[in-house]
């Protein structure tokens, strides 16, 4: 019976649920099965949740679960288990007002008096009257699901959002407070308000680690080494496993203890909290729930939970969740229904779109402002894990699994060594039974060739590089908080950057103001800061309009706002009390012109000096309300009262096209859009200003509550201020490294178009002669469907400075056909805004890969499409990075293959890495880090590889005598050979500057194969050469204790006194084991100097001094083994005296196979490619990428890119058909 229901549709957590109920036949079946393998079944179904389930359960539908089996429905499929509970409750819905129903109530003093009974029973026996309800939940990663009747699916209760309530209810219905017994109610769904991360004990960690497969591997591997007598070698992989597992434990404990002290350092703090009959109540954070009206204390506190202002206004240091350390206004939540009559304002309030009223949990509020008498209030919107600290936390504990191509193969990989350890498996059986061998020998022997071909040191090798890769990067400031993410950042072949602050500096500077009079602009000033202008609309507007506020004595707040309002040179003042008093009880901010600026007024020598200084102070602008700055609608506002006056201003700024569109037409200059255009192209961002004087009968109280639609409405135009934002000085060098390193560069800002071109040509992301294309998309209106219109942007290299505006009005169709489809791929760059991306990923998905495919300039993007973006590049198999400051770039740092913020902050929770160094120069450094870190693997997986079939080889030879390799000689080669090897060969560092070519990203491609069985086949064909020769020769025979080949004449000397210790059960000591002993040892090294790459990704091995120097003192400690004979080294490692020319012969096979494995890998390296497509008959390479298949097809496109002035239409089925040809103005 299927029933599949979908929890968490659409969301980054979106699961496929199905609902089991347990078997009892299926149940004792399970146990017979665990009791036959030993065990072993058991374990089977802890790994496979899914197996488990299936196993122990039947199906059933999902209302009556007692089990349900969620598979995540994104690319990894993952499973997950769960188990069904039931909670009784008074009802089913969070939301119902059980007061009002009843009026029962048993809270004494605010005490409950039941402490033995559970919170449920306590409110269920409060109302006695009510039949309680059974309500069925489970819990997943710190969300509770419950069953909904309605939806007949599990839900997750979120907080206040469920109900979807408008910004004008959240006033009148949720601005009361709660009774307690409503608290409480509420408290059974939505639970305690706290983060809480649970440190699990050691010994929950130590079973989890030890039921790893691989550990459960080590531990079959150990029993049968024990039984075959190898004890010491069983002694030596337990003592690594025991250091492996504590090294594993202690990084796991000490992340989870880090991770709890961050989130409890101030997650539990006391409230004080509005009850619904006025009351004013302290209480912990932790009793706190949706609907709670908490006061915000003046001196500042911890958000332990999300909530909506209501009241007041704070200033709040939101770097915990952005990065961005500079302090956020927040205000009020407008409440349309007071204001003036219409609801057209009156959305639905949601935290991302209210966010500039929404106090954060986790954020620090510094102070807050309200008028006298009044509290500063937010109702409770959010608590616990649904919080957006709560989301943050839970993408650290339950993080998605890292997709990478690597780690895949590192998979098949070892399938392909067990297949081959199941060929040795069967060879050893055969031949053991051939040769009338012990039943008990067989089983032990043909298993040990298993463990020999799965390497138990792997897992700690292949993190061994990305160990010492993080250190490096700590090293040049760059933290990272997930590791697994180095190797992936070796292959990125994009960078997206934010530009201010990115590639841009973050302060931007002033470069005069260009002011409006009479519907025309007046020529550009350098400085409003003129005695002239003091009074004027448009000097008030830049010093008023601001969210700027004074911390401890400090002007502070964004940067922009800061570098205008010190242009000003106006002086802020924070109302007193006393101030308040004075202005009607209403300003909480002032702003004053200096007094050097204001008119010198003449004083007369009876005039009375305190009317005087009255005088003197008597121009200043209150602020009133301030409708913060928007990204969504580009623009602030603020209603101020000069001193003295009656009515109210409204001054306004914000981007141009949002400013003018606001004002009266016949205010705005008529060359508005070319002057405008003017600067956008000489890269400067440009702000423009607006007033209007409000109605009289506009009232404090009615402002207070007014749509800031109504009041940003019939402005006048004031004129423009122009800021530069200047490059950063490393900027241009870093992306001309990056473009010869054939690394894609791509701009995502939320400035203006033509800004972000203009600094895309400046910084070279854009070459002086490549063509820039503006897409220009626009949504279906009037029953006409969506349409794109393509216009060519200026090239400058053809215009002065004062060039035609838009080049697509001077380039007749023939111009383009002919000159630029030569060389379509180099030739040209996309550039779209926000909403023309808006509009493309909803109307035109089959042109969202080719745009992005050359799309450069990604202008006035929200923080959502930027993820929207990465992801978009994504799905073209790009490996995109993003670079960013950490303010509005969590989403799409977090999305990326590599995420790097550029913070202050060791280590942002908003990004998998932080650069200390505030510019772009750590991206090259990370893509080098990451590269070498993908090579290190790749050596250490093939040495690895080789070692495991080199020894494989040699016990597959010794068998067939009946002999195998000794237990100190197994010894000798993990611990003293391969361990050492391994940990230093990992150390080579980056190399210096970024190439071309980028490492291959998997481990199954055609020439690292090529490399890897090229080298097995060298050191089969030598290891076989030697084990056959060594029975040739003239002085073999079958080796006894009394044997003496180095001194044939003198054995009859040899004392056989200890002969009968020396007997030999498992026929190790041979002259076959110690000629392949010897040559096996040398193999190892030779095989770890090919594989050790230097160039052009790593510094060369001769660099790393620690590795030489391993390699240099094993070569010579064998050679000493080889030429000089020392008993108690023979005896220890159970090898046997060969005669000189034997040594000398053995010494001409290493140094053959040396030549040959170097001449062999080098050849691999050169011409492996070729080989490989030779010998699998692929004359013409078929691109995998799939931006590189859009690529050759476009190519060939006669209709791509689009022209100029053309336009292309959302057709039923949406191909790109440029028909009409429509010349676009300038915007």
């Given at each position: 019976m299927e029933d599949l229901k979908i929890v968490n549709k659409g969301l980054e957590d979106e699961m496929e649920i199905g609902g089991y109920r347990l078997c009892r036949w299926k149940l004792a079946l399970v146990g017979v099965g665990v009791v036959c393998t030993g065990g072993f079944l058991l374990l089977l179904l802890y790994w496979m949740p899914e197996w488990c389930v299936k196993a122990t359960c039947t199906r059933t539908t999902v209302k009556e679960a007692e089990m349900v089996l969620l598979q995540s429905t994104d690319e990894f499929k993952r499973w997950f288990l769960a188990k069904v509970r039931v909670m009784l409750a008074p009802g089913r819905d969070p939301f119902d007002d059980l007061d009002s129903q009843t009026t029962s109530t048993s809270v004494a003093n605010g005490h409950t008096t039941h402490n033995s009974q559970s919170p449920a029973q306590e409110l269920i026996h409060k109302y006695a009257e009510y039949q309680p309800v059974q309500i069925r939940y489970f819990t997943l990663h710190s969300t509770k699901y419950y069953w909904s009747d309605t939806s007949q699916n599990f839900e997750v209760f979120t907080g206040l959002e469920d109900l979807e309530v408008t910004c004008s209810t959240v006033h009148s219905k949720h601005s009361a407070g709660l009774s307690r017994n409503q608290q409480e109610y509420r408290r059974l769904f939505f639970g305690v308000n706290e983060i809480a991360v649970k440190v699990p004990s050691v010994f929950k960690l130590l079973i989890k680690e030890v039921l790893n497969p691989f550990y459960i591997f080590q531990l079959f591997s150990v029993i049968l080494w024990s039984?075959?007598?190898?004890?010491?070698?069983?002694?030596?992989?337990?003592?690594?496993?025991?250091?492996?597992?504590?090294?594993?434990?202690?990084?796991?404990?000490?992340?989870?203890?880090?991770?709890?002290?961050?989130?409890?350092?101030?997650?539990?703090?006391?409230?004080?909290?509005?009850?619904?009959?006025?009351?004013?109540?302290?209480?912990?954070?932790?009793?706190?729930?949706?609907?709670?009206?908490?006061?915000?204390?003046?001196?500042?506190?911890?958000?332990?939970?999300?909530?909506?202002?209501?009241?007041?206004?704070?200033?709040?240091?939101?770097?915990?969740?952005?990065?961005?350390?500079?302090?956020?206004?927040?205000?009020?939540?407008?409440?349309?229904?007071?204001?003036?009559?219409?609801?057209?304002?009156?959305?639905?309030?949601?935290?991302?779109?209210?966010?500039?009223?929404?106090?954060?949990?986790?954020?620090?509020?510094?102070?807050?402002?309200?008028?006298?008498?009044?509290?500063?209030?937010?109702?409770?919107?959010?608590?616990?894990?649904?919080?957006?600290?709560?989301?943050?936390?839970?993408?650290?504990?339950?993080?998605?699994?890292?997709?990478?191509?690597?780690?895949?193969?590192?998979?098949?990989?070892?399938?392909?060594?067990?297949?081959?350890?199941?060929?040795?498996?069967?060879?050893?059986?055969?031949?053991?039974?051939?040769?009338?061998?012990?039943a008990k020998t067989i089983i032990i022997e043909s298993l040990d060739i298993i463990t020999i071909t799965v390497p138990p040191a792997l897992p700690a090798a292949m993190t061994a590089g990305?160990?010492?890769?993080?250190?490096?990067?700590?090293?040049?400031?760059?933290?990272?908080?997930?590791?697994?993410?180095?190797?992936?950042?070796?292959?990125?072949?994009?960078v997206c950057f934010d530009k201010t602050g990115t590639l841009t500096e973050d302060g931007l500077d002033l470069?005069?103001?260009?002011?409006?009079?009479?519907?025309?602009?007046?020529?550009?000033?350098?400085?409003?800061?003129?005695?002239?202008?003091?009074?004027?609309?448009?000097?008030?507007?830049?010093?008023?309009?601001?969210?700027?506020?004074?911390?401890?004595?400090?002007?502070?707040?964004?940067?922009?706002?800061?570098?205008?309002?010190?242009?000003?040179?106006?002086?802020?003042?924070?109302?007193?009390?006393?101030?308040?008093?004075?202005?009607?009880?209403?300003?909480?901010?002032?702003?004053?012109?200096?007094?050097?600026?204001?008119?010198?007024?003449?004083?007369?020598?009876?005039?009375?000096?305190?009317?005087?200084?009255?005088s003197q102070t008597g121009y200043e602008i209150g602020i009133v309300r301030q409708f913060p700055f928007s990204s969504a609608l580009q623009r602030m506002c603020v209603v101020t009262r000069t001193l003295g006056e009656k009515r109210m201003d409204a001054f306004l700024k914000g981007a141009p096209e949002v400013v003018a569109s606001l004002c009266k037409k016949d205010s705005v200059p008529e060359d508005f859009a070319e002057?405008?255009?003017?600067?956008?192209?000489?890269?400067?961002?440009?702000?423009?200003?607006?007033?209007?004087?409000?109605?009289?009968?506009?009232?404090?109280?009615?402002?207070?509550?007014?749509?800031?639609?109504?009041?940003?409405?019939?402005?006048?135009?004031?004129?423009?201020?122009?800021?530069?934002?200047?490059?950063?000085?490393?900027?241009?060098?870093?992306?001309?490294?990056?473009?010869?390193?054939?690394?894609?560069?791509?701009?995502?800002?939320?400035?203006?178009?033509?800004?972000?071109?203009?600094?895309?040509?400046?910084?070279?992301?854009?070459?002086?002669?490549?063509?820039?294309?503006?897409?220009?998309?626009?949504?279906?209106?009037?029953?006409?469907?969506?349409?794109?219109?393509?216009?060519?942007?200026?090239?400058?290299?053809?215009?002065?400075?004062?060039?035609?505006?838009?080049?697509?009005?001077?380039?007749?169709?023939?111009?383009?056909?002919?000159?630029?489809?030569?060389?379509?791929?180099?030739?040209?760059?996309?550039?779209?805004?926000?909403?023309?991306?808006?509009?493309?990923?909803?109307?035109?998905?089959?042109?969202?890969?080719?745009?992005?495919?050359?799309?450069?300039?990604?202008?006035?993007?929200?923080?959502?499409?930027?993820?929207?973006?990465?992801?978009?590049?994504?799905?073209?198999?790009?490996?995109?990075?993003?670079?960013?400051?950490?303010?509005?770039d969590c989403g799409a740092l977090k999305r990326a293959h590599g995420g790097i913020s550029l913070s202050e902050l060791e280590a942002s929770v908003a990004s998998p890495f932080t650069s200390r160094t505030p510019n772009i120069s750590c991206v090259p450094n990370l893509i080098r880090e990451g590269r070498a870190a993908l090579i290190t693997s790749f050596c250490v997986f093939k040495f690895m590889a080789l070692y495991s079939i080199i020894q494989y080889i040699s016990v597959t030879l010794l068998y067939s005598i009946l002999s195998n390799l000794g237990d100190f000689q197994f010894l000798f080669i993990d611990i003293a050979i391969i361990l050492i090897i391994v940990f230093t060969m990992s150390l080579n560092p980056a190399w210096k500057e970024l190439v071309p070519r980028r490492p291959p990203s998997g481990l199954i491609s055609g020439p690292l194969l090529f490399s890897v069985l090229t080298q097995i086949l060298i050191c089969f064909g030598f290891q076989t050469l030697a084990f056959l020769w060594v029975s040739q020769q003239s002085w073999y025979n079958r080796w006894t204790p009394s044997s003496d080949a180095c001194n044939l004449t003198s054995s009859s000397n040899i004392s056989v006194e200890h002969n009968d210790t020396e007997l030999d059960d498992h026929n190790i000591k041979n002259y076959e084991n110690t000629t392949l002993f010897y040559v096996s040892s040398f193999q190892y090294l030779i095989v770890a100097i090919v594989f050790s790459k230097g160039k052009p990704f790593r510094q060369p091995s001769y660099k790393n001094w620690p590795f030489v120097l391993s390699a240099c003192s094993l070569y010579a400690f064998l050679l000493f083994l080889l030429f000089y004979r020392n008993s108690a080294i023979d005896d220890f490692l159970e090898i046997v005296c060969v005669p000189m020319e034997w040594r000398l012969t053995i010494l001409l096979i290493i140094f053959l196979n040396a030549v040959v494995s170097i001449f062999v890998e080098g050849s691999v390296d050169l011409w492996g490619h070729r080989c490989v497509s030779w010998l699998t008959c692929q004359r013409r390479k078929v691109p995998k990428a799939r931006y590189m298949h859009l690529a050759q097809e476009l190519s060939v496109d006669p209709d791509w890119p689009p022209k100029p002035k053309t336009t292309t239409e959302a057709k039923p089925p949406p191909r790109p058909e440029n028909g009409s040809y429509q010349i676009i103005p300038a915007s």
């Open positions: 039984a075959d007598e190898y004890y010491y070698y069983a002694a030596a992989i337990v003592f690594m496993s025991v250091i492996s597992i504590a090294t594993s434990l202690y990084t796991i404990k000490k992340q989870y203890v880090m991770l709890h002290d961050m989130v409890a350092a101030h997650s539990i703090v006391r409230v004080s909290v509005i009850r619904a009959n006025n009351e004013i109540e302290e209480a912990m954070s932790t009793d706190l729930v949706p609907g709670d009206v908490m006061v915000i204390p003046s001196n500042g506190t911890i958000m332990p939970c999300d909530a909506v202002l209501i009241s007041g206004t704070c200033i709040v240091n939101e770097s915990m969740l952005t990065g961005e350390s500079v302090p956020v206004t927040k205000t009020n939540l407008p409440n349309p229904r007071q204001g003036e009559k219409g609801d057209e304002g009156d959305g639905f309030y949601c935290t991302e779109e209210h966010k500039r009223h929404t106090l954060f949990c986790g954020t620090n509020v510094i102070q807050t402002r309200f008028y006298s008498g009044e509290l500063v209030k937010a109702v409770v919107v959010r608590t616990g894990f649904s919080t957006a600290k709560g989301q943050l936390v839970r993408s650290i504990l339950y993080p998605k699994p890292t997709d990478f191509k690597l780690y895949r193969d590192a998979s098949l990989f070892l399938l392909c060594l067990v297949a081959v350890a199941g060929i040795g498996f069967i060879y050893s059986i055969v031949l053991s039974i051939m040769n009338q061998v012990p990305i160990v010492y890769a993080q250190r490096r990067l700590k090293r040049i400031g760059i933290f990272c908080i997930s590791p697994q993410r180095i190797n992936i950042c070796g292959q990125l072949n994009l470069w005069g103001v260009q002011r409006v009079e009479n519907k025309s602009f007046l020529l550009s000033e350098e400085n409003p800061y003129k005695e002239s202008l003091v009074k004027s609309s448009f000097v008030a507007c830049m010093a008023a309009c601001h969210s700027l506020t004074k911390i401890e004595g400090q002007i502070s707040g964004d940067p922009l706002d800061l570098k205008m309002f010190e242009a000003t040179g106006w002086i802020l003042e924070e109302a007193t009390e006393e101030e308040t008093a004075l202005h009607n009880r209403i300003m909480p901010t002032v702003v004053r012109p200096p007094k050097q600026l204001l008119p010198e007024p003449i004083v007369s020598p009876d005039q009375d000096m305190e009317l005087y200084e009255l002057v405008l255009e003017d600067y956008t192209k000489q890269g400067f961002r440009v702000i423009a200003l607006a007033h209007r004087r409000l109605e009289s009968k506009l009232t404090w109280h009615k402002v207070q509550n007014v749509n800031r639609d109504h009041i940003e409405a019939n402005m006048e135009f004031l004129g423009l201020i122009i800021m530069q934002n200047k490059l950063k000085p490393e900027t241009p060098g870093v992306l001309e490294d990056l473009r010869r390193a054939n690394i894609r560069t791509v701009m995502v800002t939320g400035d203006n178009m033509l800004t972000a071109i203009s600094v895309a040509r400046d910084c070279g992301m854009i070459p002086p002669e490549d063509r820039v294309i503006i897409a220009d998309a626009l949504p279906p209106k009037d029953g006409q469907a969506a349409k794109i219109n393509w216009r060519y942007a200026d090239n400058p290299t053809k215009n002065s400075t004062k060039a035609p505006r838009l080049e697509e009005v001077e380039i007749s169709l023939e111009d383009v056909t002919q000159g630029d489809e030569l060389k379509p791929q180099e030739s040209y760059h996309f550039a779209m805004s926000g909403k023309a991306f808006a509009v493309i990923t909803e109307h035109f998905q089959d042109l969202l890969p080719k745009l992005v495919l050359h799309g450069t300039v990604f202008a006035r993007m929200a923080p959502d499409q930027k993820t929207q973006l990465v992801e978009a590049l994504q799905s073209v198999d790009y490996f995109v990075g993003m670079c960013g400051d950490g303010a509005n």
